[in-house]
């Protein structure tokens, strides 16, 4: 929640600044959206659901993502099976993202409509 410091400034809440630095890069919330769709994934399954990032990248995040206690790497005994899946924390973002999705349906469709609009005028 914002805290009002003066008349006019603001400070950020430390926790909503934290949530959008993990969110807020890239690849993130598309990771995160393939678990809410698809519940666990072994590490080639979302390589190939996410071609455009590198595996290097996606190692990357995927520890990222854990070390913020929304994915967890999940390994079995007698077994090289590795699999990745979501938290009690990450499932808790389930509302928050379709939240984005109806919001980015509404306005991003708009835009893109504008968009178009404004080119076929020039």
């Keep these: 929640m914002a805290k009002t ?45 996410i071609p455009a990032c590198s595996d290097r990248v996606l190692v ?10 929304l994915v967890k790497r999940v390994t079995y005994e007698d077994s090289s099976l590795i699999e990745y899946k979501l938290t009690e924390a990450g499932e808790a973002m389930r509302p928050m993202m379709a939240a984005i999705h109806e919001w980015s349906d509404k306005y991003n469709s708009l835009t893109i409509a504008k968009h178009k609009d404004s080119n076929a005028l020039s």
């Design 60 to 69: 990357e995040r995927l520890k990222e993502l854990e070390a913020a206690n």
């Design 5 to 49: 410091i003066k008349d006019n400034d603001i400070a950020i809440c430390e926790n909503f600044t934290n949530t959008f630095k993990i969110l807020g890069r890239k690849w993130n919330g598309l990771i995160i959206e393939i678990f809410l769709i698809s519940g666990k994934k072994r590490f080639l399954e979302l390589s190939r659901a």
